[in-house]
Structure formats: C-alpha cells, structure tokens
C-alpha cells in the first residue's frame, strides 16, 4: 500500500516519511547545521544553506502536507511568520476578505501592518454567500477565513466559499488551526492554501513554535517556496523534529480532546451560573450541520459567559482555576483557559470585538487530555 492511499491514524506517524538514509533513523535527525559542503560551486546533495531548506523541517514539511492531503508543505517559525509569507502573495491595491470572527493576531497583521503598504481588509460573516459575492471586486485577491473561528466557533461552510472564489478565481486560505487535519481538510472541500499555527494541536505540547502552510498547486508552491527563502521566517530544525513528533501522536491526542471537549461543553451548558456556552456540537449552534458534515468531530475549544457576567466576573473566574491554567495558546496536553478580550484579541478594538461577541466577559476554553472528572471538577469550584 502506497503511503498516500493510508487512513489518518497511520498518515499521522507515516505520512511523508522514509527512514533516514545515512545509516536508517527511523525517526528524522536533527540536522544542527546552517550549511552544507558543495563539491563544486552549484553542486551539492540537495541542501546548500539552511534558511532555503534543511532535512529536518523537510520532514516536518512533507508530514504536514501529507495530513492535509496537499502537495507542498512550508514550515515557519510561528503562524503568524506563515500568515505573514501568504500575505506577501498580494501587491498595493489589492482586497482580502477576511472572517469577522478573526483572531486577534490576524487582524493586527492585516490592519496595523498590511493595510500601511496598499492592501485592503474587508471582513465577512461568511454565512451568506450572496453577501459574500458581492463583496468581491477586480480588486478582490483572497479570501481568508478560520473554521471553527477564534474565539465564537463560529462555522464557515468552506465548500461553499470555494465555489465564490474560484467562480471568481480568487485565493482562498483557511487557518485551519483550530480543527486540525484530524477534523477537516480544507484543500480537498477546494481551498488553495491552509495555515496552521503548529505551535497549537499540532506539535501538541506546548514547548515550540512553529507555522505551516500547505498548498496542492505547484505554481503557487513556487510563489511560497520563494517568499519562504526570500524573507527567511523559517523554523530551526530542533522546532522542526519536536513538532514531527507531536504529529505522531496527533491523531491519539484529538480524540482525547474531542471527547472530554463534548463532556465539558454538556457539563457548562447544563451549568446553573453559565448563561451562553460555544461549542459546533450543540445542535442549535449556528451552521451546526455545516460543522457536521464538513468536519469529524467537534474539538476541544469552547468559549462561554457566566450568568450576569462582566468583566470582573470572568477574571474572577479565570484566576479560581486551578487544572486549567490561565495562559496564552491552545492545543496542548494541557487544559488552558484564557479571556479573549485582554490577551489573544487585546489588539481588536472593543467596539469591534463585541460586535462579533468577544464581549468582556467571554471566557475561552482549551480543553486538554486529562481525566475529564478533574476537569469538572476544577470547573465547579471557579463556577461556584
């Protein structure tokens, strides 16, 4: 059986990987070098300098693609470097249409940085397609969308969107962080580019950071592949090897997060003092059949607001806890909770955050993989 014809679990540790040629490594080496010998100028073994290419993230590259069901894969030194190279896709004047519900980062790229050299952001619900449509203009180059989005898990039919777009023969690029490949393949429901933040799910345990993009289009691997070299926000190959091998297990850590993700979201909806849980599972959730069929399983994100909550209810609340722990990120082995309107969406100004309901008392979950007991547990001491 050809490795590309593998079901997921066995893509996860196989995927886009040979044993290491020199003396049959299983696992790849860490390849700590910036350079390589050339026996003649122009002439060497496939690597001459490290910031073009090392074996190591080649690796990690080819894993991430496999997973994606892409061709190419480009690894960076964090998702933001990854947005960042995608971004450089465009030229002055250009238009991106991009998710309302964008995480914070995101939109500090687009408004603070890309808006300064000509380019355009327009942002979208992205539920009605014929509002989507006629967004777009001669202008119009990208659209850039998260599904479920950061922090409302709202949930964007991707299928759909790429029908407009290449209707329109627009890009379409999906941070797909938040599902990860074991949940949703954007490129095979028609994106041409997904991101990750690999530093999340991916490499899983909260000790790197990393970003990926994948592409199935050789030409437009070669744009990447270009700007990759060019501008040099790449990973470092110790990055590289710690990542491939949280992806090993990715498939093994999702289901764990999916299903203490379900016990938890029940668990606050059912919560006396909680008033709104966000969670794609729920059946009322907006475009909840959407999520069913374009994903695999719901994850372990969700965000909530306590009863009557403000501001200084949900610190309150975030500082009682003590398993979750208050921090920045999300996807590790570890169960983190964080307030999005003062640390991953402190840069959207409040006006526009509460419009698309990051409201001050929002909380945002990131479920872990421990005994899903101790969990509630923590959860009803901070409640109560």
Same mark, same amino acid.
């Given at each position: 059986m050809s490795k590309k014809e593998l079901k997921f679990n066995s893509k996860a540790i196989h995927g886009g990987q040979q044993p290491e040629k020199g003396y049959g490594a299983v696992m790849p080496p860490i390849y700590q070098t910036s350079t390589y010998a050339q026996s003649t100028p122009g002439e060497h073994k496939g690597y001459e300098y490290s910031r073009v290419s090392n074996p190591t993230r080649t690796a990690l590259e080819n894993a991430v693609a496999s997973l994606e069901n892409g061709s190419y894969g480009m690894a960076f030194g964090s998702g933001m470097a990854a947005i960042d190279a995608a971004m450089k896709l465009l030229s002055p004047g250009d238009e991106v249409i991009c998710t309302s519900d964008l995480y914070g980062g995101s939109y500090r790229l687009f408004k603070q940085v890309y808006e300064k050299y000509g380019i355009k952001f327009l942002f979208s619900g992205m539920l009605d397609m014929e509002e989507l449509e006629a967004q777009i203009?001669?202008?119009?180059?990208?659209?850039?969308?998260?599904?479920?989005?950061?922090?409302?898990?709202?949930?964007?039919?991707?299928?759909?969107?790429?029908?407009v777009t290449q209707k329109h023969q627009v890009l379409l690029g999906v941070d797909n962080t938040f599902a990860t490949p074991y949940l949703q393949r954007p490129l095979d429901l028609g994106a041409d580019i997904v991101m990750h933040s690999a530093t999340k799910y991916l490499a899983g345990h909260s000790d790197v950071v990393v970003g990926a993009l994948v592409v199935k289009d050789e030409k437009l691997a070669e744009q990447l592949y270009f700007i990759q070299k060019s501008s040099g926000a790449?990973? !470092?190959p110790m990055d &590289?090897?710690?990542t491939l091998r949280g992806i090993k297990t990715l498939h093994v850590r999702m289901q764990r997060h999916c299903e203490n993700g379900e016990v938890i979201a029940n668990f606050l909806k059912n919560h006396p003092n909680i008033d709104k849980v966000y969670w794609p599972g729920f059946e009322d959730h907006p475009n909840h059949k959407i999520a069913k069929q374009q994903m695999d399983g719901y994850g372990g994100m969700i965000s909530f607001v306590p009863k009557g909550g403000d501001y200084a209810e949900a610190i309150k609340i975030v500082e009682k806890l003590e398993i979750f722990t208050l921090a920045e990120s999300l996807g590790g082995v570890e169960s983190l909770v !964080?307030?999005?309107? &003062?640390?991953?969406?402190?840069?959207?100004?409040?006006?526009?955050r509460e419009k698309n309901g990051v409201v001050d008392a929002l909380i945002r979950l990131s479920v872990g993989i421990e005994d899903v007991d101790d969990l509630i547990a923590d959860l009803e001491q901070a409640l109560n």
């Open positions: 203009t001669h202008n119009t180059k990208l659209v850039w969308l998260e599904t479920p989005t950061n922090p409302m898990m709202n949930i964007i039919d991707i299928e759909a969107v790429a029908k790449i990973c !470092g &590289s090897f710690l !964080g307030h999005p309107a &003062s640390m991953s969406h402190g840069s959207v100004p409040k006006e526009e």
